[in-house]
């Protein structure tokens, strides 16, 4: 699968689902700084997910894992997630204060 074949629509969605986990489970500042250190990697990242996914998979079901694999190998998406992840915590932030 590559980035092409997943629409807009379901980009924007699972992107929106991870950051939205990594607000609510409080890891903001390790993501971003994780997300932001890996971009010039995404490529051979998203590599070693394909190279994972049969023993992944296997554990956990995680039918989605494939598109996320084939989203994080474009840097854009990488930065798309970051942008997300730090609006969602700006939102969380001002509801809190």
Avoid: C, W
Avoid at 28 to 35: D, I, K, N, Q
Avoid at 47 to 55: A, N, T
Avoid at 86 to 93: P, T, Y
């Amino acid at each position: 699968m590559f980035a092409s074949d997943i629409s807009v629509e379901r980009r924007e969605e699972i992107l929106i689902k991870i950051a939205q986990k990594v607000v609510d489970l409080r890891l903001t500042p390790v993501a971003v700084v994780m997300l932001e250190s890996s971009k010039p990697l995404s490529f051979v990242g998203s590599q070693m997910m394909v190279f994972l996914q049969p023993i992944v998979t296997s554990v956990f079901p995680f039918h989605q894992y494939d598109e996320i694999a084939a989203l994080l190998e474009d840097r854009a998406n990488v930065e798309a997630l970051i942008q997300k992840i730090e609006k969602l915590e700006d939102g969380r932030r001002d509801r809190k204060g």
